[in-house]
């Protein structure tokens, strides 16, 4: 037992992360599975191959951000000639426009999150797999951002929606989703399973193991 | 009880106060365009997302459970 606090597994329990039950775990070996006896979900002591399937989000998630960076984010046709924005281009445009706040959120909720997060959760994975012992709470509250922020990413995804049922002026003006369109609703998609499927509890095994 | 889980499933994928951001970014990039307004749909579901936000974040699935406990 570690000096800090009693943790539920070396009590012999594990925790029921829907309804947050208490399971007695006994003998059972740590990476099988039980049934929460009160709301019955699936309960685990570490999330299944939290490793691996996060690895594996991840890395599709950084193939997807450079095509969803480089293609057509929108292409607007009106009058018969078709202009093209990517991501970046669309925020230099409002820049252009002099619509600064609007700017700054799309370029930070586009840009700047998707790939913050990405670089993030390799650097969690990696203190991982070094079993690190380096400022484990600061890791801790690193993940909690993380999976707090990812939803925001969504906005582009929104707007783009937004824009493409709105916008239908038949000869006058109509907008279409670029390529880069599914890439970039996947990237946010993928981190944000990604963020799921890392199991932050992780992190303090390797705490516990050296003491 | 399924519906717990099923909340607990989905309250990733809520994101009305993301989306309420992006009917405000949308109207921006409107206005260069073409003459819009906002109509009262639009104050209705900012309270909406209010509302939801407000109800999400008190609502403590431990006392269902606890409820649910202390009947059987």
């Known amino acids: ?211 | 009880m399924p519906a717990m889980r099923f909340r607990a499933l989905v309250e990733d994928w809520s994101m009305l106060e993301v989306f309420l951001l992006a009917v405000l970014v949308t109207y921006v990039k409107l206005i260069s365009m073409a003459q819009i307004g906002i109509g009262p749909g639009a104050w209705v579901f900012g309270a909406l997302m209010l509302v939801s936000t407000w109800a999400g974040a008190s609502f403590d699935p431990r006392i269902v459970w606890s409820r649910l406990e202390a009947r059987s």
């Open chain 1, 1 to 211: 037992v570690s000096a800090a606090a009693l943790t539920a597994a070396e009590a012999g329990f594990a925790r029921c992360e829907v309804c947050e039950a208490l399971v007695r775990w006994g003998e059972v070996p740590p990476d099988s599975e039980r049934r929460c006896g009160r709301c019955h979900s699936p309960v685990h002591l570490r999330r299944p191959n939290s490793i691996v399937r996060t690895w594996s989000l991840v890395l599709a998630a950084y193939v997807m951000y450079l095509p969803a960076n480089l293609f057509a984010m929108t292409v607007i046709i009106s009058m018969g000639s078709s202009e093209r924005d990517t991501i970046l281009s669309g925020v230099l445009a409002l820049i252009a426009a002099k619509w600064y706040p609007v700017a700054i959120l799309i370029f930070v909720a586009s840009i700047t999150v998707p790939l913050a997060k990405l670089l993030t959760l390799t650097g969690l994975l990696l203190s991982v797999h070094r079993r690190s012992r380096w400022r484990p709470r600061d890791r801790a509250e690193l993940y909690r951002v993380v999976e707090r922020i990812g939803r925001w990413s969504m906005l582009d995804v929104f707007v783009l929606t937004l824009l493409l049922a709105l916008v239908q002026l038949g000869s006058l003006a109509t907008i279409e989703v670029g390529r880069a369109g599914t890439f970039f609703a996947s990237v946010v998609v993928l981190t944000i399973l990604a963020a799921k499927s890392f199991d932050p509890r992780l992190m303090w095994d390797a705490m516990e193991e050296r003491e």
